[in-house]
């Protein structure tokens, strides 16, 4: 897979979807499923635009919580087949710009697709007058992709959003198709968890990414394998990982936390020794809900 500058070409000739893909949720998946056995048909590579940052953020001017940063949804979207990934600087004059002069100025100029995959409810251009229509009148191919119906409603970014801010991470999971997690570098931190035995490793939470509810967490820490592993998010700052019986030096190292339950939420407490009796009881608390997990 390959990063692509803005206004970098493409060889021609592959199969192009587009959109924010925030989360790379079950429905993203399925633009990228389709695409890809297009693409295979004809023995070529899958590319994909990402508008960034979010369009509602440039139009609106509202704050969107992210699912999943701009480099997490690289590895994301490379693992469900993408093969080039281009990220779009959506602006106002992109925005303004008419839909044929989009497809012109940008879809063929820079990619000369074989074909387009697009989801149901995809517009772009000035007005969102772009429609697959438009791209199958000025001579490209397009699939288009229904809606992934989960309950009684498509699955979307903002369905997901709403579900982490309410605290139902398992129905986030599902409209996912995997666990939210969050990928970053370990850090030190103040060093007060490693005073009382229990040493965290510190992963920085990126700036504009959706934060569950404060609390304490069982989840899953990649660090070469997937260990078990106990994750206090506080209101604000790093989100504090302990990994279940292992003790490893993590700093400046990548890893990837995948949240799994929400065990009790975040509670001050007046002193260390109060502390202290309560994290070993949440490592008690993971281990035993892997131990009931068959883990």
Do not use: C
Not at 133 to 150: A, C, N, S, T
């Amino acid at each position: 897979m390959r990063l692509l500058g803005p206004a970098e070409p493409t060889p021609g000739g592959g199969i192009l979807t587009m959109g924010t893909f925030d989360g790379v949720h079950r429905g993203h998946q399925a633009l990228l499923s389709t695409a890809r056995a297009w693409a295979d048909q004809y023995a070529t590579y899958v590319e994909v635009w990402v508008f960034d940052p979010h369009p509602r953020s440039v139009l609106r001017g509202e704050a969107v919580p992210l699912l999943t940063t701009f480099p997490e949804r690289v590895v994301l979207l490379h693992e469900a087949g993408a093969d080039f990934v281009r990220r779009v600087p959506f602006t106002l004059e992109l925005a303004a710009l008419p839909a044929e002069a989009f497809v012109q100025e940008w879809i063929v100029r820079l990619s000369r697709p074989r074909g387009l995959v697009l989801g149901y409810d995809h517009r772009f251009g000035q007005g969102r007058q772009g429609s697959a229509q438009l791209v199958r009148q000025m001579g490209i191919p397009v699939q288009e992709v229904p809606p992934l119906i989960e309950g009684d409603s498509p699955i979307s970014s903002s369905r997901i959003r709403q579900l982490i801010q309410q605290g139902h991470l398992q129905e986030a999971h599902k409209l996912l198709g995997r666990p939210f997690g969050l990928r970053s570098t370990v850090r030190r931190g103040q060093g007060l968890a490693r005073k009382l035995g229990v040493p965290t490793a510190n992963l920085p939470w990126p700036e504009g990414k959706i934060r569950p509810v404060a609390g304490i967490y069982a989840g899953w820490a990649h660090f070469h394998s997937p260990y078990p592993a106990a994750l206090y998010l506080p209101p604000k700052g790093d989100l504090e990982v302990h990994l279940v019986d292992l003790e490893q030096d993590l700093y400046d190292k990548p890893l990837q936390v995948s949240f799994l339950a929400f065990l009790r939420p975040h509670a001050d407490f007046s002193d260390e020794a109060a502390l202290h009796r309560q994290i070993l009881e949440d490592i008690e608390v993971v281990r035993r809900y892997f131990a009931d997990k068959g883990f």
